[in-house]
């Protein structure tokens, strides 16, 4: 029996100078659904070096380009404008909030069109504890919510949301490795997350300092950087740090995977990160800040470094852990091990699609 085509609006707002996460997540949803499951994206790109607003209509992907400041409100209706016939003509249509400032289309397009909304809680936001303090629910009028990561949980207490919700944590495919490490001496690590300045790579250069005096590392880099970034780059040429910027070649970030020995992390907030799973499913021993999210992700497959207030990361204790790494391999395979095999339980491309098409059946039968 034939199954009704189901249409999926996926929203999203971003930082075009680096590395996002989400970016993945559409990417694996799209590349996963069934023939009767349609993708389309709305996707705002925001930078600093962009003085006016554009909108480009590419194939599957509507892209709206502007200023760091400009108020998202003032472009929704434009955009709803543009996009409104073709979303009056897609049945069955889910539209999808996946970043806590564009939830104002999703329910722009529900009020006007008739839709199901979801709202993807990818990061952890600022909670205001003060007493008398009553936050307001970005997520009051979503038909289902889905939480990226058991952490999510206390959001729909601290919001007193009492919408569905469910935890489908973010997967990738199992990777077929292709080459071998280098047999050069050089112990080798990769931070995958960019110069975005939550996920902390200049915190721990000082760290990454200290362990070159001691061992012979290399620490390459992936990910986009903004013209701020640019004036540490002069202390950093005399550090082994490489620096690939955005890369986007599948083979390229499977052989930096493939070549490096640890993973490094130093973010102040996560959900669920998509370099950790990597991390994890090439089987990698990890270095991370305590950020609730990274310890619920890598557990023991990981060495933590305590994350003091205001993203503070000393540099000795995060050094240390990386020099541990260095000098005992049992305690590597013992990690490397225990990170795959969280990866296989949890963390598998196959669940989070399986899990998300269930999501959306159920949603188009109501």
């Known amino acids: ?165 469910s935890v489908i944590y973010n997967g990738v495919e199992k990777p077929e490795i292709k080459s071998k490490k280098p047999k050069d001496g050089v112990f080798r690590f990769i931070f995958a997350n960019g110069w975005s300045p939550h996920k902390g790579f200049a915190k721990i250069i000082p760290a990454i300092r200290m362990v070159a005096k001691k061992h012979k590392i290399e620490v390459t880099v992936l990910g986009g950087h903004s013209r701020e970034d640019e004036a540490l780059f002069d202390e950093l040429k005399e550090l082994p740090i490489v620096r690939l910027g955005l890369v986007t070649d599948a083979a390229k970030i499977r052989e930096c995977y493939e070549h490096a020995d640890a993973a490094l992390f130093a973010s102040r907030t996560e959900a669920c990160s998509f370099a950790g799973i990597e991390a994890m499913a090439y089987n990698l021993p990890v270095v991370s800040t305590n950020e609730s999210a990274m310890v619920e992700m890598f557990g023991d497959a990981a060495l933590f470094v305590d994350m003091g207030p205001e993203h503070a990361i000393n540099p000795a204790e995060y050094a240390a852990a990386m020099i541990r790494l260095i000098e005992n391999k049992s305690l590597r395979t013992k990690m490397a091990v225990t990170g795959y095999a969280r990866f296989r339980m949890s963390y598998r491309r196959r669940q989070m699609l399986s899990d998300t098409i269930k999501v959306y059946q159920r949603l188009t039968m109501q």
Not at 33 to 47: G, K
Not at 51 to 71: A, N, S
């Open 1 to 165: 029996m034939k199954q009704q085509s189901i249409n999926i609006v996926e929203i999203d707002a971003r930082d075009a100078r680096y590395q996002s996460g989400i970016a993945t997540y559409f990417n694996v949803l799209r590349a996963g659904m069934p023939s009767h499951i349609s993708t389309y994206h709305i996707v705002f790109y925001r930078s600093p070096e962009y003085k006016e607003i554009r909108i480009v209509d590419t194939d599957g992907e509507l892209q709206i380009f502007h200023p760091m400041t400009y108020p998202f409100w003032a472009m929704f209706e434009a955009v709803f404008a543009y996009i409104a016939p073709r979303l009056s003509a897609m049945p069955n249509l889910i539209v999808k909030s996946n970043c806590l400032q564009c939830e104002g289309l999703a329910y722009m397009i529900k009020s006007r069109i008739y839709c199901k909304t979801i709202g993807v809680l990818h990061c952890q936001p600022h909670m205001n504890t003060a007493p008398g303090f009553i936050p307001s629910d970005p997520y009051f009028n979503m038909d289902e919510i889905i939480l990226v990561g058991d952490n999510g949980r206390k959001y729909m207490d601290y919001w007193r949301c009492r919408r569905p919700w």
